[in-house]
């Protein structure tokens, strides 16, 4: 197929299926499971992922590299937040060994807030060290006025 040919087989598949192409790009994501809840709220199979992706990010391992590592599929963990689906205590207990903590801890302790003030001193520690940067070699008055140009 020449590439005219195929631009215009786009247009007409474009045409004819315009109104599903357009609703697909309305469509709003899901929110994560358990954003909107307290973490005193939600279910024990949230409390994992929330906790499982927590301590994976705070030790830079993407989830869908711990769900292969437990020899599960990409998604796992997130399909079984969102659904009522119980998830095996050998899976569980493999998620545990692979993050170093127990299972007690992954269901119980809040590590998502940890993850979150981590995340905020790190914020703070880059405006500090970009404040220090600004500051060398010059007066109060221009280390202010550069800072305020910068917000």
């Known amino acids: 197929m020449d590439k005219q040919k195929r631009n215009e ?26 954003v909107e809840k307290d973490f005193e ?8 992922y929330f906790n499982a992706k927590a301590i994976a990010k705070m030790n830079g391992i993407r989830i869908d590299n711990l ?10 963990l997130s399909r079984v937040a969102k659904s009522g ?8 207990h493999m998620i545990a060994d692979f993050l170093g903590v127990t299972i007690d801890d992954l269901i119980t302790k809040n590590y998502w807030e940890e993850y979150k003030s981590r995340i905020a001193e790190m914020e703070i520690t880059e405006a500090v060290r970009k404040a ?10 221009e280390v202010v006025n550069r800072l305020l140009e910068e917000q």
Do not use: T
């Not at 786009?10 to 499971?33: D, G, L, N, T």
């Not at 709220?41 to 994992?48: A, F, G, H, S, T």
């Not at 220090?132 to 008055?141: N, Q, T």
């Open 9 to 34: 087989y786009m247009r007409e598949y474009y045409q004819s299926h315009k109104k599903q192409i357009q609703a697909q790009r309305k469509r709003v994501k899901q929110p994560e499971p358990g």
């Open 41 to 48: 709220q939600m279910n024990d199979r949230e409390k994992l």
């Open 67 to 76: 769900e292969h590592s437990c020899g599960m599929s990409n998604g796992y």
């Open 85 to 92: 689906k119980g998830l095996d205590i050998i899976k569980i």
């Open 132 to 141: 220090k940067k600004a500051m060398r070699g010059c007066d109060v008055l």
